[in-house]
């Protein structure tokens, strides 16, 4: 069972851009779920979680104030709402869930792993 990220695209510095993540197979009601970001040449980051509870967001400091978090319990159960999209925000963005208490923003910590969607922001 995977997620899949969907929403991504090529915008200018200064855009917008809504990401999805879809489940397939199963319900991630009770798990805690987050964004996370890879960029050619270096290692998948943090970008933003949510608990199970849809509350208590947490964000990567470089995306504080511009990025939104969240999540409902329908067929699409996370998004994440970006503005003022920089070219250092191009990146393949990844959805992911984790059961483990805390709140840890570790990528090793979460699975359920599919293929990610594509940012591209242009200055």
């Known amino acids: 069972v995977q997620l899949q990220a969907c929403g991504g695209g090529s915008v200018q510095a200064g855009g917008s851009l809504r990401l999805s993540c879809a489940g397939s197979g199963r319900s991630f009601i009770g798990h805690h779920m987050g964004w996370f970001r890879q960029a050619p040449g270096k290692e998948r980051e943090f970008v933003a979680r949510?608990?199970?509870?849809?509350?208590?967001?947490r964000y990567a400091d470089s995306v504080k104030g511009r990025f939104t978090i969240s999540r409902s319990n329908m067929k699409n159960p996370l998004y994440l709402q970006m503005n003022d999209l920089k070219p250092g925000d191009t990146a393949i963005y990844y959805c992911a869930a984790t059961t483990m208490v805390g709140t840890t923003t570790d990528p090793h910590d979460f699975s359920s792993w599919g293929q990610g969607t594509q940012v591209t922001v242009s200055s």
């Open positions: 949510i608990n199970r509870n849809g509350v208590a967001p």
